[in-house]
Protein backbone atom coordinates (compact mmCIF):
# COMPACT_ATOMS: atom_id res chain seq x y z
CA UNK A 1 0.00 0.00 0.00
CA UNK A 2 1.19 3.76 -0.41
CA UNK A 3 2.76 5.42 2.14
CA UNK A 4 0.32 8.47 1.40
CA UNK A 5 -3.12 6.16 2.11
CA UNK A 6 -4.30 7.13 5.74
CA UNK A 7 -3.02 5.46 8.99
CA UNK A 8 -5.91 2.86 9.15
CA UNK A 9 -5.68 2.03 5.77
CA UNK A 10 -1.72 1.36 6.23
CA UNK A 11 -2.67 -0.66 9.79
CA UNK A 12 -5.49 -2.76 8.45
CA UNK A 13 -3.62 -4.04 5.31
CA UNK A 14 -0.56 -5.00 7.62
CA UNK A 15 -3.08 -6.72 9.70
CA UNK A 16 -4.63 -8.80 7.53
CA UNK A 17 -1.05 -9.36 5.86
CA UNK A 18 0.14 -10.60 9.15
CA UNK A 19 -3.21 -12.70 9.56
CA UNK A 20 -2.82 -13.82 6.15
CA UNK A 21 0.42 -15.84 6.91
CA UNK A 22 -0.36 -17.66 10.59
CA UNK A 23 -3.40 -16.78 12.89
CA UNK A 24 -1.96 -14.52 15.74
CA UNK A 25 -3.28 -13.23 18.88
CA UNK A 26 -4.26 -9.58 19.83
CA UNK A 27 -1.34 -8.96 21.85
CA UNK A 28 0.78 -9.91 18.69
CA UNK A 29 -0.74 -7.88 16.52
CA UNK A 30 -0.76 -4.81 18.65
CA UNK A 31 3.07 -4.95 18.86
CA UNK A 32 3.52 -5.52 15.18
CA UNK A 33 1.37 -2.43 14.46
CA UNK A 34 3.05 -0.34 16.93
CA UNK A 35 6.54 -1.34 15.75
CA UNK A 36 5.31 -0.04 12.20
CA UNK A 37 4.55 3.40 14.18
CA UNK A 38 0.39 2.53 13.60
CA UNK A 39 -0.25 1.65 17.42
CA UNK A 40 -2.40 4.61 17.41
CA UNK A 41 -4.77 2.42 15.03
CA UNK A 42 -4.97 -0.35 17.29
CA UNK A 43 -8.54 -0.40 18.60
CA UNK A 44 -10.04 0.31 15.69
CA UNK A 45 -7.82 -2.75 13.71
CA UNK A 46 -8.48 -4.89 16.42
CA UNK A 47 -12.16 -4.10 16.55
CA UNK A 48 -12.56 -4.53 13.14
CA UNK A 49 -11.16 -7.46 13.00
CA UNK A 50 -13.07 -9.32 15.52
CA UNK A 51 -16.00 -7.94 13.92
CA UNK A 52 -14.99 -10.18 10.70
CA UNK A 53 -14.17 -13.31 13.09
CA UNK A 54 -10.49 -12.88 12.11
CA UNK A 55 -9.19 -12.20 15.30
CA UNK A 56 -9.67 -14.97 18.33
CA UNK A 57 -7.65 -15.31 21.09
CA UNK A 58 -9.40 -18.25 22.53
CA UNK A 59 -9.62 -20.16 19.40
CA UNK A 60 -5.90 -19.27 18.97
CA UNK A 61 -5.09 -20.45 22.72
CA UNK A 62 -6.86 -23.72 21.64
CA UNK A 63 -5.51 -24.52 18.73
CA UNK A 64 -1.68 -23.65 19.69
CA UNK A 65 -2.22 -26.02 23.02
CA UNK A 66 -3.22 -29.11 20.88
CA UNK A 67 0.08 -28.34 18.66
CA UNK A 68 2.02 -27.97 21.38
CA UNK A 69 1.33 -30.77 23.76
CA UNK A 70 0.97 -33.63 20.58
CA UNK A 71 2.52 -36.37 21.90
CA UNK A 72 6.41 -36.12 21.72
CA UNK A 73 6.03 -32.53 21.87
CA UNK A 74 5.85 -30.21 25.25
CA UNK A 75 5.12 -30.69 28.68
CA UNK A 76 1.66 -28.67 29.82
CA UNK A 77 3.88 -26.42 31.88
CA UNK A 78 5.90 -25.39 29.28
CA UNK A 79 3.15 -25.03 26.56
CA UNK A 80 1.27 -22.98 28.95
CA UNK A 81 4.23 -20.77 29.21
CA UNK A 82 4.33 -20.29 25.64
CA UNK A 83 0.82 -19.31 25.10
CA UNK A 84 1.40 -16.58 28.22
CA UNK A 85 4.49 -15.71 26.23
CA UNK A 86 2.00 -15.57 23.02
CA UNK A 87 -0.17 -12.98 24.55
CA UNK A 88 -3.08 -15.60 26.35
CA UNK A 89 -4.29 -14.69 29.52
CA UNK A 90 -3.31 -17.42 32.59
CA UNK A 91 -6.33 -18.43 33.23
CA UNK A 92 -7.25 -18.90 29.26
CA UNK A 93 -3.71 -20.67 29.06
CA UNK A 94 -4.85 -22.86 31.49
CA UNK A 95 -7.73 -23.92 30.23
CA UNK A 96 -6.68 -24.33 26.63
CA UNK A 97 -3.74 -26.47 27.83
CA UNK A 98 -6.03 -28.65 30.31
CA UNK A 99 -8.59 -29.21 27.59
CA UNK A 100 -5.94 -30.40 25.24
CA UNK A 101 -4.94 -32.85 27.72
CA UNK A 102 -8.66 -34.13 27.93
CA UNK A 103 -8.55 -34.46 24.16
CA UNK A 104 -5.87 -36.47 23.86
CA UNK A 105 -6.74 -38.48 26.84
CA UNK A 106 -10.42 -38.81 24.75
CA UNK A 107 -8.22 -40.47 21.65
CA UNK A 108 -6.44 -43.20 23.57
CA UNK A 109 -3.28 -41.43 23.99
CA UNK A 110 -3.49 -40.69 27.96
CA UNK A 111 -2.77 -37.42 29.87
CA UNK A 112 0.63 -35.92 31.15
CA UNK A 113 2.12 -39.55 31.74
CA UNK A 114 1.20 -40.67 28.40
CA UNK A 115 2.48 -37.71 26.50
CA UNK A 116 5.63 -38.02 28.72
CA UNK A 117 6.54 -41.09 28.32
CA UNK A 118 5.76 -40.94 24.45
CA UNK A 119 8.69 -38.15 24.38
CA UNK A 120 10.86 -40.60 26.54
CA UNK A 121 10.69 -42.98 24.32
CA UNK A 122 12.15 -41.12 21.07
CA UNK A 123 14.77 -39.27 23.07
CA UNK A 124 15.98 -42.58 24.34
CA UNK A 125 16.22 -43.18 20.43
CA UNK A 126 14.63 -47.04 21.00
CA UNK A 127 16.21 -48.02 23.60
CA UNK A 128 13.92 -49.62 26.93
CA UNK A 129 13.43 -46.62 29.43
CA UNK A 130 13.84 -49.40 32.02
CA UNK A 131 17.65 -50.42 30.46
CA UNK A 132 18.69 -46.85 30.94
CA UNK A 133 22.02 -46.23 32.97
CA UNK A 134 21.79 -43.51 36.18
CA UNK A 135 23.52 -41.10 33.70
CA UNK A 136 20.91 -41.64 31.04
CA UNK A 137 18.29 -41.56 33.10
CA UNK A 138 19.04 -38.66 34.98
CA UNK A 139 19.94 -36.71 31.54
CA UNK A 140 16.62 -37.52 30.29
CA UNK A 141 15.27 -36.68 33.62
CA UNK A 142 16.56 -33.20 32.98
CA UNK A 143 15.37 -32.82 29.63
CA UNK A 144 11.77 -34.14 30.05
CA UNK A 145 11.49 -31.78 33.03
CA UNK A 146 12.87 -28.59 30.68
CA UNK A 147 10.34 -29.56 28.25
CA UNK A 148 7.69 -28.59 31.55
CA UNK A 149 6.62 -32.11 32.77
CA UNK A 150 5.60 -32.17 36.46
CA UNK A 151 8.68 -33.75 38.55
CA UNK A 152 6.11 -36.71 39.44
CA UNK A 153 5.27 -37.69 36.43
CA UNK A 154 8.68 -37.75 35.06
CA UNK A 155 9.75 -39.98 38.09
CA UNK A 156 6.60 -42.66 37.64
CA UNK A 157 8.05 -42.65 33.59
CA UNK A 158 11.74 -43.27 34.06
CA UNK A 159 10.90 -45.35 37.05
CA UNK A 160 12.78 -43.77 39.63
CA UNK A 161 9.21 -43.83 42.20
CA UNK A 162 6.37 -44.84 42.09
CA UNK A 163 3.51 -42.41 43.31
CA UNK A 164 0.99 -45.19 45.77
Do not use: H, N
Not at 42 to 48: N, P, R, S, T
Amino acid sequence: MADDAPPLARAKALALRLLASRARTEAQLRARLAKAELGAEGDAVVGWLRGLGYLDDAAYARARARALVAPGRLGPRLAERRLRTAGIAGAEARAAVAAALAEAEGEGEGGEVALCRALAARRARGAALETLDDRARRRLARFLLGRGFAGPVVARVLGIWEDA
